[in-house]
């Protein structure tokens, strides 16, 4: 029997390692322009990069949106000096005939290669499966960004498979490719 929606609403603040974690804000938006303009961070991602500030609170309202209708939520990722350094969360949190989401997070171009997500995706995935009692975790890569297969596939993701014209955005089709783990699963080594 699956159980009663998850409680997105409160403070949802997570500390990992040297790392706080809170929902997106609006105190975020100047931070957000940066990050999201950067054309590295963003190569892989469904949008383009940032160039205005309106853009940036777009973006942050979504995720607002999103956890107001208990759909996800979406964490600043900032350091233990206030720096910001991405953004990490649930997309898409589905609870009726499936208690799935997709993890999804990006990174300043600075902090790539530093293992920040080795530390911060384990807890991801305990609040996953503990927090939102999900069964199944999933994650779309897009080919190419060969940092984010490496990490999900150390931390117990399986490729299941390419998911082929899924996507349209930056005015073409884009193959998606879908990893996922399940409650079930073995925890990686």
């Not at 929606?5 to 322009?33: I, K, N, Q, Y």
């Not at 530093?114 to 996953?128: C, N, Q, T, W, Y």
């Amino acid at each position: 029997m699956i159980e009663v929606d998850p409680d997105l609403s409160g403070p949802l603040e997570l500390r990992v390692a040297e790392f706080h974690l809170r929902p997106l804000d609006s105190s975020d938006a100047r931070d957000m322009l940066t990050h999201l303009g950067d054309s590295r961070v963003v190569e892989f991602m469904d949008l383009d990069p940032l160039s205005d500030i309106e853009d940036a609170h777009q973006i942050i309202d979504w995720a607002a949106g999103q956890r107001a209708l208990g759909a996800g939520v979406r964490w600043a990722i900032r350091d233990s000096s206030g720096s910001f350094v991405g953004t990490c969360g649930f997309n898409q949190l589905i609870v009726e005939r499936g208690r799935r989401s997709e993890v999804a997070y990006d990174l300043g171009h600075a902090w790539w290669g530093r293992g920040v997500m080795s530390k911060i995706l384990p807890e991801l995935v305990d609040f996953a499966l503990r927090r939102l009692e999900l069964h199944r975790i999933e994650a779309m890569v897009t080919p190419g960004n060969l940092r984010s297969c490496r990490l999900l596939e150390r931390h117990g993701f399986s490729l299941e498979g390419e998911l082929r014209g899924y996507s349209f955005w930056k005015g073409r089709y884009w193959n998606q490719l879908v990893y996922a783990r399940v409650a079930s699963d073995e925890p990686p080594r």
